[in-house]
């Protein structure tokens, strides 16, 4: 039986009405910084919080997939747990997501090719509320044309059980890897932003030594630059900010940042 995982936060982090959604979605791009580089992003890592909040950030790394939406035909989709407890990453065991932009099929192919590893497990219970990966579906399906879907709720695991799950699923241009994670939670403004400073160095210098405190995401991020310094991929800082520079108050705000993360030709197989 063809099962679909329906959305969970469609109308409290972003538009349940679709046209609303399309309008707000097109606004973020609009408004997003165009890039003065030609290289096209192999990955990269963006916030996952309401979108009043984090969308403006989001956009400025999918942007620029627009240069290769028809040449993008799977993403691995990889975000923190943040209501279910899980060891590992988790599977969701479901054939398709739903958003009110539509449905988007996962990529049987992809998960057979995983299936194997003991740090990959199936847990739908994992993925039925969590945030972190459905956000992301409404962006990727408005810039890319048709693509499948590897996403995995990423619980507790080791940088590299992390980085070999995203080894085996490399491939090649025809794969984009998008890692999901906010930075610091909860702190003034002023010392958000000194907090979040170290934290994008840490990243920009592919050290993968992130606390979850310096980003919900930390274990996928650190897992990722494992992978990303072996493919000897370039990172680029997109956008930085908090929720105190979107629509929230300075008194406890959220980090945001948005990365690109971009192969050298001359090392691409």
């Known amino acids: ?51 009043v909040y984090s969308g403006p950030t989001a956009a400025a790394a999918y942007v620029r997939l627009a240069p290769v939406r028809e040449t993008i035909r799977r ?18 065991g479901v054939d398709a997501f739903e958003t009110p932009l539509g449905q988007v099929e996962l990529d049987q192919a992809a998960i057979a090719s995983i299936a194997d590893m003991p740090q990959v497990v199936t847990s739908s219970a994992a993925h039925a509320m969590e945030h972190s990966l459905e956000v992301q579906l409404p962006f990727l399906q408005t810039i890319l044309d048709d693509f499948k879907l590897l996403p995995l709720a990423v619980g507790d695991a080791t ?12 491939g090649g241009p025809e794969t984009l890897i998008v890692i999901s994670s906010d930075l610091s939670h909860f702190l003034p403004y002023r010392v958000a932003q000194s907090v979040d400073q170290d934290s994008v160095k840490s990243i ?43 629509a929230g108050d300075k008194d406890r705000v959220v980090g945001y940042a948005a990365f690109s993360f971009m192969e050298d030709q001359k090392n691409v197989q």
């Open 159 to 170: 940088p590299e059980q992390v980085a070999e799950v995203l080894d085996r699923l490399w």
């Open 75 to 92: 993403v691995i989709l990889l975000g923190p747990v943040h209501r279910v407890p899980v060891r590992g990453l988790a599977l969701p």
């Open 204 to 246: 920009l210098d592919m050290r993968g030594q992130l606390s979850h405190e310096q980003a919900c995401g930390g274990t996928p991020i650190n897992g990722f630059l494992l992978a990303a310094k072996r493919h000897r991929l370039r990172p680029q800082l997109l956008d930085l900010r908090n929720s105190g520079d979107t």
């Open 1 to 51: 039986m063809y099962s679909v995982r329906p959305s969970a936060v469609a109308g409290t982090f972003y538009p349940h009405l679709k046209q609303v959604l399309e309008r707000d979605i097109g606004l973020f791009f609009s408004e997003a910084k165009p890039s003065i580089h030609t290289d096209i992003p192999k990955a990269i890592i963006v916030p996952h919080a309401g979108y």
